[in-house]
């Protein structure tokens, strides 16, 4: 069964890659390598379910008006201009509000500016970073969950 699988999954890929005519630097994996402003490169996780805005992990240290301190990947400290709040609905009726702010990223070889990212604490999670399916339609991606940093 599994053999049957891997086939269907390797035809699927071709029909896409030449009979729709897709680039392939318009397709990501899984998993891919992107560069952040500010932290350099980290492995995020392509999230066809997440709806909300890319996720970076961290956690608010201070408030100073509009801007926040962040610690964040390596422990690094960030002031952002907080430019949103978004409330995720994480479960049991528990609700968690989330600062946004903006970074610019690098993903292969094009480059992002204004990117929003909620902060959340992402300790639990395998990536550090998790972007979603909102990002993805704007910068006109597809994504191969048989594979991984096509973007590299």
């Known amino acids: ?5 891997n ?17 392939s630097d318009d397709i990501v994996g899984l998993i891919e390598r992107i560069s952040i402003d500010g932290l350099g490169e980290v492995d995020a996780k392509i999230d066809s379910g997440n709806g909300a805005y890319n996720v ?11 801007n926040v301190i962040i610690k964040t990947i390596d422990d690094k400290k960030l002031k952002k201009e907080k430019v949103d709040e978004i409330v995720i609905h994480i479960g049991s009726g528990n609700k968690e509000l989330r600062p946004v702010v903006l970074f610019d990223i690098e993903l292969g070889d094009e480059k992002y ?5 909620s902060i959340a604490d992402r300790s639990e999670n395998e990536y550090p970073v998790l ?16 594979k991984n940093y096509e973007q590299d």
């Open 131 to 146: 972007i979603g399916k909102e990002f993805l339609s704007q910068i006109d991606k597809l994504i191969d969950v048989d």
């Open 1 to 5: 069964m599994i053999e049957k699988v």
């Open 56 to 66: 970076l992990h961290g956690s608010v240290v201070s408030k100073r008006g509009k």
């Open 113 to 117: 500016e204004d990117v929003p990212f």
């Open 7 to 23: 086939r269907f999954a390797n035809i699927w890929h071709d029909y896409i890659i030449n009979e729709i005519n897709v680039d």
